[in-house]
């Protein structure tokens, strides 16, 4: 009788197989990536007034909520009257209607009752929006009148279509929300509902992470620009500061500009000039590479070398969209992951 042959031990051969269909489990999250990422290449330039509206939409959410608890209220009238609330604060009437006393009000803020040496010039507030009126008005001939035709027109539009996606966001965000859970493949959908369950309470702390930020840079620049510069309406300036903050890279830029213009105009001396690039400057680099990065960090979960890296990695690929859309991208896929690694064992 022959020796009975050993069974020979498949162990090493499921653990081979292990690998493999984990990582078959994980291509849809990366194509997922993948595809969103050439569709934000491809779209960046239409997408603006979409993020902004789904952003303000998501934010006022959470408040809505409350508001029909409380009131016993159906959601949409709530959301409606929100609505209603937001345009209303940001209404602005006879801007357009007077050109020259629109500049003269904002020159006259800007540098007082007091007149501006170039030269053998003397400017004061009237003769400054003189020569910019006037200069608007020559420079708006021709092609240039039709190519800022175009932008106003464009600009007219994306403001328009900001709040008639809001109002969409407020009134059917659940039905939205319900309309994208159905474009997840079913078998996947209870993993998608457990990422944006953890999600979610990252994104909210990230938004507010974001408003500490503003109220940072304006609390630095009134201290900045009014208590140590001396600046005339450091309040305003201030104000504007933390309310540019929210536009990456072009709002900090204009709004540094437009508070130089300013320091340059009460300067007494040269030293009060470069007093003024130490703050500006000085400002820029806490907010950039130290309150920024730390706050969002901290409020999203992620080290602050990430945070640096996905406001420049966005920027450079996806422009404004791509930097507002970083941190929140990152932390899908940071989601994604650990849900999915979870899952694997």
Not at 42 to 60: S, T
Not at 78 to 89: D, E, F, G, P, T
Request: charged content about 10%; proline content about 5%; aromatic content about 6%.
């Amino acid at each position: 009788m022959s020796a009975r042959q050993p069974v020979p031990d498949r162990e090493p051969q499921r653990q081979r197989w292990a690998m493999p269909v984990a990582s078959r489990s994980l291509t849809p999250l990366l194509l997922a990536v993948g595809g969103a990422a050439v569709v934000l290449h491809l779209l960046q330039n239409i997408l603006l007034p979409f993020v902004i509206a789904a952003v303000v939409a998501y934010l006022c959410a959470p408040l809505i909520d409350w508001l029909a608890t409380r009131t016993h209220l159906p959601r949409r009238p709530v959301a409606l009257c929100l609505l209603v609330l937001l345009i209303a604060a940001t209404a602005v009437q006879g801007l357009l209607a007077d050109l020259h006393g629109a500049v003269a009000d904002f020159v006259r803020t800007m540098v007082g009752a007091h007149s501006v040496r170039l030269s053998s010039s003397t400017l004061d507030a009237e003769r400054l929006a003189d020569l910019i009126a006037g200069g608007l008005q020559q420079e708006l001939t021709g092609p240039q009148l039709l190519r800022l035709a175009g932008w106003g027109a464009a600009g007219l539009f994306g403001f328009m279509l900001v709040w008639v996606l809001i109002g969409y966001f407020l009134l059917d965000s659940r039905a939205i929300a319900a309309g994208l859970l159905w474009l997840v493949p079913p078998r996947l959908r209870a993993r998608a509902e457990q990422i944006w369950h953890e999600l979610d309470p990252l994104l909210r702390r990230y938004f507010i992470g974001v408003a500490a930020v503003v109220a940072y840079a304006t609390a630095v620049a009134y201290l900045g620009l009014g208590l140590v510069l001396g600046l005339h309406h450091a309040l305003i300036l201030a104000l504007l500061t933390g309310v540019l903050e929210v536009i990456p890279m072009v709002g900090p830029v204009a709004a540094a500009v437009i508070a130089g213009i300013v320091a340059v105009q009460q300067a007494a001396t040269s030293v009060d000039v470069w007093a003024y690039a130490g703050y500006a400057t000085a400002l820029r680099l806490s907010i950039d590479q130290l309150v920024g990065p730390i706050v969002l960090g901290n409020a999203a979960r992620v080290h602050p070398v990430v945070v640096i890296f996905c406001f420049l990695a966005g920027g450079a690929l996806f422009g404004i969209v791509g930097m507002i859309l970083a941190v929140p991208i990152a932390l899908l896929v940071k989601v994604a992951l650990s849900v999915h690694y979870r899952e694997a064992h």
